[in-house]
């Protein structure tokens, strides 16, 4: 079992920035590739963002390319999405993911967390 618990989501203006951080525990983390997902109210869940294990292959959505980056630290069992330049099209809440399959992690994931809600006001 993985389990995660996402930090950091919160109210923003539009062209603000937001930082969720997402700590694991259980497994050993560095096997993981680790993602972010969001849900928008009366939408389904999308891939927002996926880095591997090592940390050296990421991808991100074509909507936050250029705006957001996913970093991971293996020493303290946490990733990270950095958002800048945030639009009111970005608020949902945001799941962190995990799972050994780094593809897969694009579409789905075998550990979620709780979810954090990210406002972006216009």
């Known amino acids: 079992q993985v389990q995660l618990v996402e930090s950091g989501g919160g109210l923003v203006q539009a062209g603000g920035s937001l930082r969720l951080s997402c700590a694991a525990s259980g497994r050993t983390f560095s096997n993981y590739a680790m993602g972010w997902f969001r849900q928008a109210p009366g939408k389904e869940r999308e891939f927002v963002a996926v880095i591997s294990w090592t940390g050296g292959n990421t991808h991100l959505a074509d909507s936050v390319k250029g705006r957001f980056t996913i970093s991971r630290d293996n020493a303290k069992n946490t990733v990270n999405l950095q958002m800048n330049s945030l639009k009111p099209e970005d608020t949902a809440v945001y799941y962190c993911?995990?799972?050994?399959?780094?593809?897969?992690?694009?579409?789905?994931?075998?550990?979620w967390g709780q979810g954090t809600q990210v406002t972006v006001s216009s």
């Open positions: 993911a995990a799972d050994q399959n780094y593809t897969i992690l694009r579409r789905t994931a075998k550990y």
